[in-house]
């Protein structure tokens, strides 16, 4: 037997309600500056960097750090929220992302 799940959904403004405020913009603000990294290394770097080397270093670490920014917001949004605010702090995290860059 598997026990009954509840699957409520709940609203945005619950994202930030019950001291999940400070946490909610920690995740998406940590969305936000990887995504402005990432635009900065792909647009801008280029343009600066004269040598290939230290271009491919930076696109190694902009992987490397994308990595790990994106499997750490994921283990706090499963830490942190409920199955309810699961969707809707991602969606967040995921409109962040794609208004970033």
Same mark, same amino acid.
Request: aromatic letters at 4%; one cysteine or more; hydrophobic letters at 50%.
């Given at each position: =037997? ?7 959904? $709940?609203?945005?403004?619950?994202? !930030? ?14 969305? /936000? =500056? ?8 792909? +647009? %801008? =770097?280029?343009?600066?960097? /004269?040598?290939?080397?230290?271009? +491919?270093?930076?696109? /190694?670490?902009?992987?490397?750090? #994308? ?5 750490? $917001? ?6 942190? !929220?409920?199955? $309810?605010?699961? @969707?809707? +702090? %991602? /969606? +967040?995290?995921? #409109?962040? !992302?794609?208004?970033? @860059?």
């Amino acid at each position: =037997m598997t026990p009954e799940r509840e699957n409520t959904k $709940g609203s945005c403004g619950e994202i !930030f309600r019950d001291r999940r405020g400070p946490y909610s913009a920690l995740v998406i603000s940590g969305i /936000a =500056m990887q995504a402005t990294q990432m635009l900065v290394i792909a +647009i %801008i =770097m280029p343009t600066i960097v /004269a040598d290939i080397g230290a271009l +491919i270093a930076a696109r /190694a670490a902009q992987g490397w750090t #994308g990595g790990l920014v994106a499997g750490s $917001g994921m283990v706090l949004i499963t830490s942190l !929220f409920d199955t $309810g605010l699961r @969707t809707r +702090i %991602i /969606a +967040i995290c995921q #409109g962040t !992302f794609t208004a970033a @860059t």
